[in-house]
């Protein structure tokens, strides 16, 4: 038989005044099962606390209910007073009398018999509850970062500096992503590689870091704090210890393909250095341009390489890593130019996408920073560019914006108008979005001072006729339609999810948005956590964002991932979902409800819970057909036994 | 239709904590008040809400039934919300067949700050069923 | 070892199946052998009043009551059997759960409704009018489940535990060999329009079968003969309602569309034919709702 005690809140006069806190008592006294009930001003207080820690001793309580303010303000209160007195904190239950029956409701009688039949359902949870135990998870200690662009770069090295190992995968021969291709930053014009590199090199040198590139993530197994990942090392055939940037394997091979770091504005042969400043810092052989390694059928660049460098005989390698968190900043990729056929994308080679301009303008580019036509070669003297291209268009394209646009835009005609100082620029745009530190001010300088032409209008077509283009829009501030003729013409692509990012989320268990995005665990809240514990999301991939929102969500997510790797040992909240082995069938229908994976069918016929997957939130349970499902302490039988209670049906 | 007047319809309202829950605490930080015929139980998720739960407060004399969980999309748990909407689905169609009216059972999705929100829900959902009169369910011995 | 028990079955209404599957017992002439019955009656005319009072008050051991409870006059019998009695077994599916006859608690229609109330009334299961002890479920009971129970009442010195079932406790999945592939409900088919496929679980194929909300102990016998399971034995220990709990699996297995409007899903759901005929087949008068009501219509 229960031995059920009640503490009624007065809540000074909160409750007091519409709720006949000593008469709730006094019923309560009443009910089965309760053996100790009164009523005092403030149980949240110390004398409160001790009321409680005191009853439980003098009347051996088995349970407690606290009718008062709303769970969250003083449950882990009220728990934590139980635990000091020796009953099980889970044993404990807050009737809510204060937010939802005192301060909504006027009548005295009414609000008193709804406190009564609420306290009584709470009595009812509580007469069911059993002990539970927090479950103790040991973890390991070491944080896997997929993605070594800046965003990646900065997680690895804020883990790495907190004292814990990181294994930093890169999917490319090198690290530092798109920001390398940038020509300068926005606002401060800064040179994008001298403000990068000096991560890059960090990254690769710290004695916590171990940079795994050319590499790719193929199979995530376990749980929060003991994932296994399974990782495949692409072979480069290049040593990079040995590589010696002596470049005269370039001049031999016979095979040219178009350079990814320019955007395919240059070639490249089929060994390659990524770029100038790539980490690791060695020539890469890419097999699938190659004339063949297996069997060799060119062999010149082995033939060429003074120290040996070159190892045809390289493989594949699979390796396996045990990880406790993992933070995934795998990026963007541009929305791909041919989507817009009115446009020219992919098709006119004087249309070009903005990560394009950037090698074009770049001193270093392709074409050492002297703008030219890339079908002709001319000097480009007039330039349009084209805002929103593939964004804030739901019916075609995509229907959200990407934020860094407007400002990479305005920069660019900067950029344009300072190497060619006669030229035109004009740039057609659909509203400024300049948010970020100092981007308005940036920004303005740019538009006001009349040197580059702003159209606000859509671009409707852009013609290539041969000798430039022609691009059709219109001025929306005047009504009139324009055709302007220009050399050069850039878009402001859409950024998308990188590559593969839909895959990767598979691998890793986590959710993708409407977009393709990876999917936070809440939009406001939790923008750089997942809906499965221990696995982080930050940068790009996550949405659309300039360099110091994804620098700082790299940060963010490094500092959720220290908190694990840190914690002696995980804590888990035993309100978990627990199948009865008697009532369980294995029908199985239970492991598609879960939205953490954390059910199973195991060989043994039954279902299991992985209790540290498992969040409590029981939709396994109205799943099951079985009635074998149930949250620990929110029982099937305890929650009808508060129905009845709250209607006030006799039990 | 029985005379209503004196007719005060006991509704049971299944509210996830994380959102319509929080909207009902809202109202009360707000002193917005709303009608005492709703009483609340918390479930984590409006997906945990099972066909015995909703079955067994029919049978225990509830009046109407509130569902209130995160607006359809926002489910923290990935869709549990739109899980439970289906079943509830399915169980107005069999609720129907046994002639009991499936417009007692009404399902809202509230976030956490729309105190007023819920206000309005609680007020028209307890208007609503007074004029559908007493449940016959419970009675049905 | 011989019987040496006073039993008795009693069928009031019903098909008949249930006293057909006792007779095709094996082990009925071992049971039989030794034991006094009181009456065997497979209609309730084969049975007056009069001749149950002259048995003694728990002068019966073990009485098998088949049949549903159906109305005013059946009740008053089952209440008299059950002073007769010291246990008493809940036969099948209609003393058990009120079986198909249920369904005609359910059935629209204000005059056929009448007709039925003015016939006596509703169905009822058997433990709505007096105190079971055991329940022998099926419709009709498999012969495995039979001898069971005849085993454990007849001829065992060891009485069993009052609300003892004489099935599993666990779904009829847990017996069927078929394989899961934890598809998701896509699309409903029915077997009268293809034949399912005897090797994956029904489910899995869109067939609606109710193995996981119902009590297994019959071997998963229909489902081995390419049927679905329809329910008979009514629902799982941990199930209060077996309609709602097939039809909140059902729901579940539908995948989310990702369109907020559900559209998609209820299509889906939407083409589930008779939903109490199929949820509901034999469990109608023991569902929470018990009959329809009128509800303002």
New interface residues.
């Given amino acids: 038989m229960s031995r059920i005690g009640v503490f009624v809140c007065r809540c000074g006069t909160n409750i007091a005044d519409t709720v006949d806190t000593g008469f709730v008592a006094k019923t309560l006294r009443g009910y089965p099962g309760v053996v100790h009930a009164e009523d005092y001003d403030y149980m949240c207080s110390e004398i409160g606390q001790q009321k409680i820690r005191d009853a439980i001793k003098e009347h051996n309580l088995d349970g407690v209910v606290v009718a008062s303010c709303t769970p969250s303000m003083h449950q882990e209160t009220f728990r934590n007073a139980a635990e000091e007195a020796g009953l099980n904190r889970y044993r404990l239950e807050v009737a809510n009398i204060r937010e939802q029956v005192s301060w909504v409701h006027d009548d005295r009688e009414v609000a008193t018999e709804k406190a009564i039949r609420i306290a009584r359902a709470a009595v009812e949870k509580v007469r069911g509850d059993d002990d539970l135990e927090p479950i103790a998870v040991d973890h390991e200690s070491t944080c896997l970062v997929v993605g070594g662009g800046i965003t990646g770069i900065q997680a690895a090295i804020d883990v790495a500096n907190s004292g814990h190992k990181v294994i930093l995968v890169e999917k490319d021969p090198s690290i530092g992503g798109h920001m390398a291709q940038l020509s300068v930053t926005f606002p401060t014009l800064d040179c994008a590689q001298c403000i990068l590199t000096p991560r890059m090199v960090e990254a690769s040198r710290h004695p916590n870091i171990e940079l795994l590139t050319y590499s790719e993530v193929v199979k995530v197994a376990g749980y929060t704090g003991n994932y296994e990942v399974t990782i495949r090392k692409n072979p480069t055939y290049v040593d990079a210890d040995k590589c010696n940037l002596c470049d005269k394997c370039t001049e031999v091979c016979p095979v040219s393909v178009k350079e990814e770091f320019n955007e395919g504005l240059s070639e490249r042969k089929a060994i390659y250095l990524p770029f100038e400043q790539a980490i690791p810092s060695s020539y890469v052989l890419d097999e699938d341009a190659c004339l063949g390694v297996k069997p060799i059928r060119c062999g010149l660049c082995e033939e060429v390489c003074d120290v040996g460098a070159i190892d045809y005989d390289m493989a594949p390698e699979v390796i396996t890593k045990k990880v406790g968190t993992i933070i995934i900043a795998t990026g963007y990729d541009l929305y791909d130019p041919s989507h817009l056929t009115e446009y020219g994308g992919g098709k006119y080679p004087d249309v070009v996408t903005s990560l394009q301009f950037e090698r074009m303008v770049h001193p270093s580019g392709p074409m050492k920073g002297q703008l030219r036509r890339p079908s002709d070669g001319r000097p480009v003297k007039s330039v349009a560019f084209v805002h929103c291209a593939g964004s804030r268009d739901p019916g075609r394209h995509n229907p959200y914006c990407s934020r860094i646009c407007c400002t990479y835009t305005a920069k660019q005609a900067l950029l344009f108008k300072k190497g060619v100082p006669d030229g035109v620029a004009n740039v057609f745009y659909i509203d400024i979005r300049t948010d970020g530190k100092g981007y308005e001010e940036f920004a303005q300088g740019i538009i006001s001072s009349r040197r580059i032409r702003y159209i606000r209008g859509k671009v409707a077509k852009v013609v290539d006729e041969g000798d430039h283009l022609t691009v059709w829009g219109a001025d929306t501030l005047s009504g009139k339609r324009m055709e302007i003729d220009v050399d050069l013409v850039v878009l402001a692509m859409a950024m998308v999810p990188s590559e593969g990012t839909a895959e990767l989320a598979k691998t890793f268990h986590i959710n993708v948005d409407e977009n393709g995005f990876l999917k936070e665990a809440h939009p406001k809240l939790r923008p750089v956590e997942t809906t499965t514990a221990g696995v982080f999301i930050a940068g790009t991939a996550q949405g659309p964002k300039d360099i110091p929102d994804s620098v700082a969500q790299g940060s963010a997510a490094a500092s959720k991932a220290i908190a694990i790797l840190a914690a002696e040992q995980l804590s888990h909240s035993p309100e978990v979902a627990t199948v009865n082995e008697e009532l369980c069938s294995g029908c199985g229908i239970c492991t598609s409800a879960c939205p953490y994976d954390a059910i199973k069918v195991e060989r043994s016929g039954v279902a299991v819970v992985n209790e540290i997957l498992c969040s409590g939130c029981g939709i396994c349970a109205a799943a099951c057909p079985a009635g074998a499902i149930e949250v620990k302490n929110e029982r099937h039988e305890q929650v009808e036994d508060m129905i009845a209670a709250a209607l006030g049906s006799a039990k | 239709?029985s005379d209503n007047k004196s007719f005060e319809p006991?509704i049971?309202a299944f509210l996830c904590k994380w959102t319509t829950y929080a909207a009902?605490?809202l109202?009360?930080?707000s002193?917005?008040?709303?009608p005492?015929n709703i009483?609340?139980?918390?479930?984590?998720?409006t997906?945990?809400?099972?066909?015995?739960?909703?079955?067994?407060?029919?049978?225990?004399?509830?009046d109407g039934i509130l569902i209130g969980g995160c607006r359809?999309?926002h489910c923290?748990?990935?869709?549990?919300n739109?899980?439970?909407?289906?079943?509830v689905?399915?169980?107005k169609?069999?609720?129907k067949?046994?002639?009991?009216?499936p417009e007692?059972i009404r399902e809202v999705g509230i976030a956490g700050a729309q105190g007023l929100i819920f206000q309005r829900a609680a007020e028209k959902f307890t208007a609503d069923i007074r004029a559908?009169?007493p449940?016959?369910?419970?009675s049905?011995? | 070892m011989p019987n040496n028990k006073t039993l008795a079955f009693y069928a009031g209404s019903g098909c008949g199946g249930c006293s057909q599957s006792l007779m095709l017992s094996p082990s009925l002439a071992t049971m039989l052998d030794g034991a006094d019955i009181a009456f065997w009656a497979t209609r309730s005319g084969d049975l007056t009043e009069d001749e149950i009072s002259q048995v003694d008050d728990k002068g019966i051991d073990v009485l098998m009551f088949a049949g549903p409870v159906d109305g005013e006059a059946s009740v008053a019998t089952a209440k008299l059997l059950r002073r007769k009695a010291k246990r008493v077994v809940a036969y099948g599916a209609c003393a058990h759960l009120g079986g198909l006859c249920g369904l005609t608690n359910v059935i629209p229609g204000a005059k056929l409704r009448e007709l039925a109330e003015k016939n006596g009334g509703f169905i009822r299961p058997l433990s709505a009018v007096i105190d079971v002890d055991y329940v022998l479920p099926g419709c009709p009971p498999p012969q495995g489940m039979v001898e069971r129970m005849l085993k454990e009442l007849f001829l065992s010195d060891d009485v069993p535990d009052v609300g003892t079932v004489f099935a599993s406790s666990k779904g009829v999945c847990g017996e069927c060999d078929r394989k899961h592939l934890n598809s998701p409900l896509e699309e409903i088919r029915r077997f009268h329009a293809a034949p399912p496929d005897p090797d994956i679980c029904l489910l899995d194929q869109g067939y609606i079968c109710l193995g996981p909300v119902t009590r297994g102990g019959c071997g998963a016998v229909c489902p081995e003969a390419n049927r679905p399971c329809t329910g008979c034995a009514g629902p799982v220990a941990g199930v209060l309602d077996q309609g709602g709990a097939i039809l909140q699996s059902l729901a579940s297995l539908v995948p989310l569309s990702g369109d907020v409007s559900g559209e998609k899903e209820h299509r889906v759901l939407d083409s589930i034919q008779d939903i109490v005929g199929t949820a509901y087949k034999y469990s109608a008068a023991s569902s929470l709702l018990k009959r329809r009501v009128n509800d303002g219509e």
Avoid: Q
Avoid at chain 2, 82 to 87: I, M, Q, S, V
């Fill in positions: 239709m006991k049971i009902a605490d109202c009360g930080v002193r917005m008040p709303y005492s009483s609340i139980i918390k479930v984590n998720c997906g945990e809400v099972t066909a015995d739960m909703i079955l067994t407060a029919f049978e225990k004399g509830a359809p999309g923290r748990y990935e869709g549990g739109l899980k439970g909407a289906n079943r689905y399915l169980l169609r069999a609720l067949e046994f002639g009991v009216n007692r559908l009169g449940s016959p369910v419970m049905n011995a």
